[in-house]
């Protein structure tokens, strides 16, 4: 489907980001898809399927919420797809911003105290 990975941040502008940066970045951008895609399907569930899929999540099973999707919600891979483009545009257009706070962060870690 897609991978969240080194050539994603470069898509994104991102890729001078420092490695632990671009970590944090990925986890960023995963937590948000993940996010959106949920509030997304679950505006569209009933209480009963909200409930059941639930179920799945609160035991962890990975594996059974995404077959409870493709049976129940055979359309959430474009739900997927089209929030993973939103998220990339925003970011594009922040991407300066990003690298620039980025960078100003990390070099004021690196430089010594000043006396």
């Known amino acids: 489907m897609f991978q969240l990975d080194n050539n994603l941040l470069i898509e994104l502008g991102l890729g001078d980001l420092p490695a632990a940066e671009k970590n944090k970045m990925l986890a960023h951008i995963y937590e948000t898809l993940e996010l959106r895609v ?12 909200l409930d059941e899929f639930e179920s799945f999540i609160d035991k962890n099973d990975e594996k059974g919420a995404l077959n409870w999707l493709e ?12 929030e993973l483009a939103k998220l990339k545009n925003e970011i594009k257009a922040q991407a300066p911003q990003i690298l620039e706070a980025t ?7 690196q430089q010594p105290p000043a006396p």
């Open 103 to 109: 960078h100003h962060e990390v070099g004021t870690e």
């Open 71 to 82: 049976t129940n919600f055979p359309h959430y891979k474009k739900v997927v797809a089209d």
């Open 38 to 49: 949920g509030m997304n399907l679950a505006e569209q569930m009933t209480d009963a399927q």
